[in-house]
């Protein structure tokens, strides 16, 4: 009806576009669009008339009709930037990039001052990938239109990519002094600040964005994301909540969400939000890729490898799953197939340094020192900064005073911009370094450094230990065996070689593992995964003392899917080695599960031991090792804890002493194949030619032979270590 009254007042056609215009901009497009069929029932080129009609299609997503429309209103005014703008907008959304570029440019050519048309050519360039033309764009479009708060938040986007966070925040400011209203680049802001380390500014910017945008669920899954970095999981599960509230499609929220709970170590509702998060989306494969990653956490490498299987289904290049199969490869001691996922990884992307650097382990543990060397060399030589390269270097080079790799690590320890962690990994490489020197003090003085730094990463709870140490005691009486007695298994085939770690352990096996009857499986964490999944399912109580709601079923099931885990169907050897050094604390149980079970307890001189605890650094867990006192009464603890297994269980513990087996091999290998009731094989004396994988602290030690350098070798840290003695004299 406005339409018919505007054209019977006589109004100019001109005017009639402009009203037209007006009323598309106040979104009243059906009116727009009833002046605009009017204006072409008189005149059908009117080029003005088919643009506006073209950008209502668009705004209906109708962009067949959209192009067709673009398409008349070029043909009657070839000069017009913004109808080639808009047709390529038109283009880019029916997938037609090619075209899109090319009227992005015809805009150009037009008019090469039309800001709107390098804006989005630099958005497409983007889209594809091609990072430099996409910068090039965004800044000429500034250039011609320093105010273009949209371009400044875009160019910002990609400086984040580059992790390039100082620049991006600058833009990101500036677009939003801009327009203060501007909520993507407000939220944009709050990633940056995160990344930067700003928690407070951080949370500041993302709640000023929902304040203005309650319903900008992306926002929240940010909000999410700062939370769970900073350890606040309570927060980070509502926000994620929130963030599917209003948009239940989100993947990445449910696979966030599914990732807090797995911080938790809440297996259950870690499975219910993967699974969700592959229901909604089943295309994202970092669903996939987190949900196997918690199956290797809780041990179960099978069906991690399988879920990993899945994301390549998903994507056959996604390079981060085939790293993440070789990895779990590793824990199930797959060593080949490890390698070729390995390899498969550096072929989908050869400056994966991870890759290189993990093959180099593999090798390393073979004993294979040379190609170890090259591996980590090539690691390095992609990411000059690779911490943990140097680190794994040293373990297989002694490295020399004039040694390239020894000046960049000191350059390295030095540079204020390098992280905790890098600075840590650094600092135990050239602890190592400098004792291969026998530059004792300067090794020291690095290790301290490195243990400083490692407890920033694992804090001690000393009180844990113990917890555990009177607890056991009260919960594992000779009451509780009996009453347990004849539901485990009575399979002999499990041998735990247990104790400290650094004590022996992995010597020990390696011996064993030389004889034809036994398979030495290395350090399995399946007794304390399955331990703590039944005491999850026990309202959380902590070990040991959910141990007395476990039922009869609970026992004889657990040992069985233990026997599972370690492949008792697949291996023909009549034992099967544990070596989980920390299977300590779990004795008790164990001669509940497996009474038939042989029990090896390793153990060393303790000042030797702990100093070889303090210089291992391991990469996770053993919190206790970075301080000499809290190693020393975790020391006493441990001792404590077998002295009680000892009196409980009487005979069913057979100790070696790693000093006896230096001194004399053959009576003590002998003693063990008696101990085991196995013949005796002469290999069992060349343990060191097994080729078999060590994945331990040790592998290269067991991999030459028997040697002498670490006995005493505390006397070279006397004075370092007089904390330590002290409390382990008390």
Known sequence: MLAENLMNQNIS??????????????????QAEAICNSILAINPKHPDANHILGVIAFRYKNFKIAIKLFKKAISNNKNNPEYYTNIGNAYKE????????????????????????????????????NVKDAEKFYKSALKISPGYAEALNNLGSIYMDANDNQQARKMFVEAVSLNPEYVRAINNLGIVYDRLGDFDLSLEQYKRAVSLSPDYADVYYNMGNLYRDSGDFSQAINSYSKSLEINPGLAPAENNLALVYSDMDDFENAIKHFMQAIAVDPGYKYSYLNYGNLYRKAGMYGKAAEIYKKAIEVDRNFV?????????????????????????????????????????????DFGDTEKAKSYFIKAISIQPDYAEAYRELSTVVKLKEDDAELKVMLNMIKDEALSDVQRMHVAYGLARTYESMKKYDNAFEYLETANVLRRKLFPYDAENIVYLAKKIKEVFTEDFIKSNKGFGVSDQSPVFILGMPRSGSSLVEQILATHSDVYGAGELDHISNLVKRICASRDNINYPECVTQFSHKDISNMAEEYLGLVGKDDTPEKFITDKMPHNFLYVGLIKVLFPNAKIIHTVRDPIDNCLSIYKTGFYDGHAYADNLKD????????REIMAYWNKLLPGDIFEVKYEHVVDDQSGQT???????ELPWEEACLSFYKTKRRVHTASATQVTRGIYRDSLKLWKCYEKQLQPLISVLKS
């Open 320 to 364: 981060d799953a085939y790293y993440s199969l070789a990895c779990v490869s590793v824990d199930s001691d797959d060593s080949e197939q490890a390698i070729g996922y390995f390899n498969k990884t550096i072929e989908l992307d050869n400056n994966y340094s991870q890759a290189y650097k993990n093959l180099g382990n593999i090798y390393k």
């Open 631 to 638: 190693l020393g009464d975790y020391y006493n603890h441990y």
């Open 94 to 129: 029916m997938g037609d990039k090619p075209n899109a570029i090319k009227s992005f440019r015809n805009a150009l050519k037009v008019n090469s001052g039309f800001d709107k048309a390098h804006f989005n050519l630099a958005n497409i360039y983007y889209e594809m990938g």
């Open 670 to 676: 002998r003693r063990m194949l008696e101990y085991l």
């Open 13 to 30: 056609i001109d005017e009639a576009i402009k009203h037209a215009s007006i009323l598309f901009n106040q979104a009243e497009f059906q």
